[in-house]
T-cell receptor, first 113, second 115 residues
Framework: SQTIHQWPATLVQPVGSPLSLECTVEGTSNPNLYWYRQAAGRGLQLLFYSVGIGQISSEVPQNLSASRPQDRQFILSSKKLLLSDSGFYLC???FGGGTGELFFGEGSRLTVL | AQKITQTQPGMFVQEKEAVTLDCTYDTSDQSYGLFWYKQPSSGEMIFLIYQGSYDEQNATEGRYSLNFQKARKSANLVISASQLGDSAMYFCAMRVDNYGQNFVFGPGTRLSVLP
């Protein structure tokens, strides 16, 4: 069966510090991968998605970036965090080219102080 | 543009009663999928139910059913026999098959089940 893990679960960072959130999927190959952000009490905002290694599509211009160095690994990064980057970040995957649902990781709660 | 609307920011329901959470969508594409997710206070997103645009029957999964009215572009979630554990945020989402790999989410409805 397929599983998805993301870490860290909780992160408190000062403004201007770097960020790295990591997500890995197991039990499938060539998944579509996604990073979403959820502000407190709000819906989900798609940040990045990837259909293959090195292929990243950005939906929202910001100081965040994403990379997919391996087939089942998706990394969200920032060189310098802003206060507005605080939120709940969710990694997700779906079957490549399929019509199925999104499967979500446990989420990472980021607080920028 | 693809859009999901959930007009109920919050809903209350008595335990053991049924509740309907509204969802309308906007797309000009003919092939799409509609999803409902549950997000408890822990934050995880739990997939509940799926309806394809070409499915003629309404989807059902246990106590969850999706009332799909294609002409009205609505995909309401019906939860029967509500339980205290159903208290959570509920998100309606759409995936348009010819629109890359993008899922669009609604703003969510917070459901509170009262004992």
């Amino acid at each position: 069966s397929q599983t998805i893990h993301q870490w860290p679960a909780t992160l408190v960072q000062p403004v201007g510090s770097p960020l790295s959130l990591e997500c890995t999927v197991e039990g499938t190959s060539n998944p579509n991968l996604y990073w979403y952000r959820q502000a407190a009490g709000r819906g989900l905002q798609l940040l990045f998605y990837s259909v293959g290694i090195g292929q990243i599509s950005s939906e929202v211009p910001q100081n965040l970036s994403a990379s997919r160095p391996q087939d089942r690994q998706f990394i969200l990064s920032s060189k310098k965090l802003l206060l507005s980057d605080s939120g709940f970040y969710l990694c997700a995957w779906s079957f490549g080219g399929g019509t199925g649902e999104l499967f979500f990781g446990e989420g990472s709660r980021l607080t920028v102080l | 543009a693809q859009k999901i609307t959930q007009t109920q920011p919050g809903m209350f329901v008595q335990e053991k009663e049924a509740v309907t959470l509204d969802c309308t969508y906007d797309t000009s594409d003919q092939s799409y999928g509609l999803f409902w997710y549950k997000q408890p206070s822990s934050g995880e997103m739990i997939f509940l139910i799926y309806q394809g645009s070409y499915d003629e029957q309404n989807a059902t999964e246990g106590r969850y059913s999706l009332n799909f009215q294609k002409a009205r572009k609505s995909a309401n979630l019906v939860i029967s026999a509500s339980q205290l554990g159903d208290s959570a945020m509920y998100f309606c989402a759409m995936r348009v098959d010819n629109y890359g790999q993008n899922f669009v989410f609604g703003p969510g409805t917070r459901l509170s089940v009262l004992p």
